[in-house]
């Protein structure tokens, strides 16, 4: 079956006919759903099945849960959990007790999305924030030490895994020092490269062995001085291959953020021909995801091999007592534990 280099999103809780249709058509390699498209635990377990049904194969579906402001399953039939900022205050009080939180909160929000048919999350932030960065990142983040961030996010990945969940690290090669959110307009980072490969692709380091990974919409001035690292050939070879070292399967950010300019297909397009693997579409309005779907290739050679090897690594959950994992999570973290969905 021909499966084309994009992700798609849809429009609402259950498929259309006119979003069935086009699943069957473009076979989009996945789908990514939003609080758009959820509702309630049944109706989501129906959602993701009938998505697999409709494109005839175990597609990878995928959803924003990190915890903090970014959690598309919440209360009242999901837990919300908190933010990265919050393992990285126990990490401060106690490396080891830091890590083990990261792990088993991803390990219960790994239970959490398995159950309803999830099996790719994109999470963990490995952004390091900088003095001068605008709030996008802030709490999301882990800290502002790369060699922290690094490592909680290395355990917050386990924990996905763990629960067979693949992670998605972003936004790489790092957000963290952007002035400006790159989903309102285009931001522009002027660090010396020196200083950037020790801090902010410092922390993309520890995950470079992670089998997927997120762009970031983020124009660095010092290594290219015009595009961002989305459609940066430049930035994808030189820094997030080769100095970062990251082999695995490469998607961009929503080409639907306006830091990106041009038409969806320009965006797409070029996207690709800068070296992602795959495009993130996530509007769900059917006339974008059909540009969308017109505008990228086949997937096929090495991004293709990228793609299998990712999802070679779902594997079957290890064994968990949630009820008791819960308690721990929730004493570790202690008022920490959750925080309000907003």
Not at 198 to 221: E, K, Y
Not at 226 to 249: E, K, N, Q, W
Not at 271 to 291: K, Q
């Amino acid at each position: 079956m021909t499966v084309s280099a994009f992700i798609t999103g849809l429009s609402g809780t259950v498929i259309s006919a006119e979003e069935r249709s086009f699943l069957r058509d473009a076979q989009p390699w996945g789908v990514i759903l939003f609080k758009r498209n959820i509702d309630a635990p049944e109706q989501l377990r129906s959602l993701t099945a009938d998505i697999r049904a409709t494109l005839g194969r175990d597609a990878p579906i995928l959803v924003d849960q990190e915890g903090g402001r970014v959690q598309r399953l919440g209360p009242p039939h999901w837990p919300s959990y908190p933010p990265g900022a919050a393992y990285g205050r126990v990490y401060d009080r106690d490396r080891a007790k830091g890590l083990a939180a990261a792990r088993l909160g991803a390990r219960l929000i790994a239970a959490d999305l398995a159950a309803l048919g999830f099996d790719v999350d994109c999470a963990p932030v490995a952004d390091v924030p900088a003095a001068e960065s605008d709030p996008v990142i802030g709490d999301r983040a882990f800290g502002t030490d790369a060699g922290k961030v690094g490592a909680i996010a290395a355990a917050f990945a386990e924990g996905l895994l763990a629960g067979g969940v693949l992670p998605v690290v972003k936004h790489m090669p790092g957000h963290g020092r952007a002035a400006a959110d790159s989903h309102h307009k285009l931001p522009v980072v002027t660090a010396e490269r020196a200083l950037l490969e020790s801090s902010d692709f410092a922390a993309f380091r520890a995950l470079r062995a992670l089998p997927l990974a997120m762009t970031a919409h983020v124009v660095f001035s010092s290594i290219d001085p015009v595009a961002p690292a989305t459609t940066s050939a430049i930035m994808v070879a030189d820094v997030i291959r080769r100095s970062i070292g990251f082999s695995g399967l490469l998607m961009c950010d929503d080409v639907s953020m306006e830091a990106l300019s041009g038409t969806l297909r320009e965006r797409s397009a070029a996207a690709i021909a800068a070296g992602c693997d795959i495009v993130l579409h996530c509007s769900g309005v059917i006339a974008d995801m059909r540009e969308i779907a017109v505008s990228v290739p086949r997937l096929d050679g090495v991004p293709a091999a990228r793609a299998a090897a990712a999802l070679a690594r779902r594997g079957r959950p290890d064994a968990i007592d949630l009820a008791a994992a819960r308690a721990q999570f929730a004493a570790m973290l202690g008022r920490d534990a959750t925080v309000p969905v907003s």
